[in-house]
């Protein structure tokens, strides 16, 4: 299938492209090659495939859930302005 001037100018309206009148051939070109590659996919027997998220078959390597790190909250919120039972005060934005 191949694409025209009319049909790839409508295309970049839609995608707000602004083409120079001396792009529109090559332009014309390539969608009309990648619109042709896609029908020879289209093509393609897939009768008896099963469908899969991921190309191998592996599950995933997970790291143990365990607390690696402190807890240095009262040392961080020494240099914020305002802090009440260990949250952050802010001044109210919506009235």
Known sequence: MSLDKDQVQHIAMLARLRLADDEF?????????????????????????VPMAHPLNESQRLRPDRVTEP?????????????????????????
């Open 25 to 49: 051939s090559e332009t014309v070109d390539k969608l009309s090659r990648i619109v042709d590659f896609v029908d020879q996919l289209s093509q393609a027997d897939t009768e008896n495939v």
């Open 71 to 95: 807890n240095d909250r009262d040392h961080v919120q020494q240099n914020a302005p305002l802090v009440e039972h260990g949250l952050y005060l802010v001044p109210k934005v919506i009235e």
